[in-house]
């Protein structure tokens, strides 16, 4: 199974950018998606999850009221819009797969990972 995140890039603060995530390797059932972000020097940290369940959604409160998760649950894909990005949104973000059930917010949760893909927020 491999998941390829794409759609980062630099953008001024205050912009938007909308990640991407596809899955490929295998048809499978999925519990839910999620993205998460590594800082230089920091540790790698949940961002927003689907749960395909209901449609649920969660969301570290940072980027609450600005980062929509969304997805299809039937291809395993995943979208995160990012609007009114902030220079500490810079970082690079890594989408991931629960085959089964768990915390939306813990990284051991998460079976499958993408490669990450760069995103830059200038001042």
């Known amino acids: 199974v491999q998941l390829q995140a794409s759609g980062g890039g630099l953008v001024q603060a205050g912009g938007s950018l909308r990640l991407s995530c596809a899955t490929s390797g295998g048809t499978f059932s999925s519990y839910g998606m999620g993205w998460f972000r590594q800082a230089p020097g920091k540790e790698r940290e949940f961002v927003a999850g689907?749960?395909?369940?209901?449609?649920?959604?969660f969301y570290r409160d940072s980027v609450k009221g600005r980062f929509t998760i969304s997805g299809d649950n039937a291809k395993n894909t995943v979208y995160l819009q990012m609007n009114s990005l902030k220079p500490e949104d810079t970082a690079v973000y890594y989408c991931?797969?629960?085959?089964?059930?768990?915390?939306?917010?813990?990284?051991?949760?998460?079976?499958?990972w993408g490669q990450g893909t760069q995103v830059t927020v200038s001042s």
């Open positions: 991931a797969l629960q085959r089964i059930g768990g915390s939306y917010y813990a990284e051991a949760a998460y079976n499958y």
């Open positions: 689907i749960c395909w369940v209901g449609s649920r959604t």
